[in-house]
C-alpha cells in the first residue's frame, strides 16, 4: 500500500462527505473512509464525522492522483472552503 491523507472541510454534512467518499472511490487505485468525530460535546453546526483518510496504492498513476485533486478541489469551491 502505498501513502494515506486526510482530507476535512469544516460543518460539511454527513451526507455531503457520504457523496465524496462514493465519487472519490471510482478512482482506480484509491481507497477511501470516513473518520468518525470524536468532540464528545454535541453540536448542531459540527459535521457527524471529522473528515476521511484517502489511501493510494503503491502502483497509482498520475492521471488518478489527478483526478482525486479536482474532486476535492470541486468540493473544496463548492462548500466555499
Known sequence: M???????????????YRELEVHLLQVSGVEVGLIPQTSSDFDYTQSQVSG????????????SRDRVKQILAYYQNRYGI
Request: aromatic share 12%; glycine share 4%; no cysteine.
Open 2 to 16: 502505498g501513502s494515506e491523507e486526510r482530507f476535512a472541510l469544516t460543518n460539511l454534512p454527513l451526507a455531503v
Open 52 to 63: 476521511l483518510w484517502i489511501r493510494w496504492k503503491s502502483d497509482v498513476d498520475t492521471e
